[in-house]
């Protein structure tokens, strides 16, 4: 029953933007952190966002600090990742994720979704 998708992916040039969108069913949505990790091809999951149920709380990695942003909409059961001035070095599947009364991090991930691929070219 619980389920996450995510959308928004797709290929796009150096310096670009896109927006990550995660809708999530049949969870208290509300009252869970919600999160991005991502994967490059070959490479270990990497954190990169997480956000309180309320939204008052953010945490992004190091990597994407001042260029991504997460937000949510509670009303809509929905997660955003907004990404900006995008690099090579972003593409990854990017993965949604909750985790309870905890933040996400790579390794505390409740439930997450299948994922949606950013590529950026150079």
């Known amino acids: 029953q619980v389920q996450l998708v995510e959308s928004g992916g797709g290929l796009v040039q150096a310096g670009d933007s896109l927006r990550l969108s995660c809708v999530a069913s049949v969870l208290p949505f509300s009252s869970s952190w919600m999160g991005w990790i991502r994967r490059a091809p070959g490479k270990e999951r990497e954190f990169v966002s997480t956000i309180s149920p309320s939204g008052g709380i953010v945490s992004h990695d190091d990597s994407v600090k001042g260029r991504f942003t997460i937000s949510r909409d509670n009303a809509k059961s929905t997660v955003y990742l907004q990404m900006n001035s995008l690099k090579p070095e972003d593409t990854a599947v990017y993965y949604c994720?909750?985790?309870?009364?905890?933040?996400?991090?790579?390794?505390?991930?409740?439930?997450w979704g299948k994922g949606t691929l950013v590529t950026v070219s150079s």
């Open positions: 994720a909750s985790n309870g009364a905890v933040r996400v991090t790579k390794d505390g991930m409740e439930y």
